[in-house]
């Protein structure tokens, strides 16, 4: 199977064909890692190109989320797959005013199959929701995601108001998405920044072995 053919369904919004193909590719051997990483992702870059193109507009990026949906759903058990030990309680969501789903899904994925438990708060999440998610199921860790740099502020706000509630910084808060870098998560105080779903796995389990 062409990874090609795929990271094209993607970007013509073919949830049918992305999946059917996707399940192709899985039955031929490719792993699973690589039809994420090098046909559904960069499928979902290209049609960011065309959308700051003016070539595509809210509906295509509807429709190709949808499809990507529909490949992750089957690639989910192979992400998932191995034997590991329990990891820790995490809260993930993407914080208010954005409403990117994928990444972060992705991120909660990749958390539930390196052996944390994981509540996923969805999108548009105000801060004090993420607060009471942490008191609620004694988690000690947090992850952020963001999409849009107008929701930057609100992943500060809630950096914050988790330190607030732990100020002894027990609860370990790690931050993505594409507006976000290091030094900004340095700058707002988060324990990390996760570049994409495996680091902020490799991030996660370093923080809470040093916890
Ligand atoms: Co929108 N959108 N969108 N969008 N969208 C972007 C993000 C944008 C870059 C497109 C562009 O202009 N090129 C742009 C943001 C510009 C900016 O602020 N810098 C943008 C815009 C402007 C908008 C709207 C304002 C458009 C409008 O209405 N005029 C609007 C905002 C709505 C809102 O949130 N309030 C909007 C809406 C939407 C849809 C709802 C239609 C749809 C999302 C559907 C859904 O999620 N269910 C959508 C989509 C699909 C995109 C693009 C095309 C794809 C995003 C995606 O899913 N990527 C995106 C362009 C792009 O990214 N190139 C775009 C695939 C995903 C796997 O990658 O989410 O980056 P990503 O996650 C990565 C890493 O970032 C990281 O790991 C993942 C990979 O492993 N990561 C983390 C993410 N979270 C992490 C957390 C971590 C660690 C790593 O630790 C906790």
Known sequence: MDLETIKQRVVDGDAKGTAALAQQALDEGMPAQSILNDALIHGMGVVGELFEKNEYFVPELLLAARAMYAALDLL???????????????????????????????????????????????????????????????????????????????????????????????????????????????????????????AAVTLARRLLGDA
């Open 76 to 198: 989910r058990p192979h992400l998932q797959a191995g034997d590991f030990e329990a990891a820790g309680k995490a809260v993930v969501g993407t914080v208010q005013g954005d409403l990117h789903d994928i990444g972060k899904k992705l991120v909660v994925i990749m958390l539930e199959g390196n052996g944390f438990e994981v509540v996923d708060l969805g999108t548009d999440v105000p801060p004090e929701r993420f607060v009471e998610a942490v008191r609620e199921n004694g988690s000690q860790l947090v992850g952020l995601s963001a999409l849009l740099t107008s929701a930057l502020p609100a992943m500060e706000q809630t950096v914050r108001a988790i330190r607030e509630y732990d100020p002894s910084m027990k609860v370990k808060v790690i931050v993505g998405g594409a507006p976000v870098t290091q030094a900004f998560a340095d700058s707002i105080g988060a324990d990390g920044f996760g570049r994409d779903a495996s």
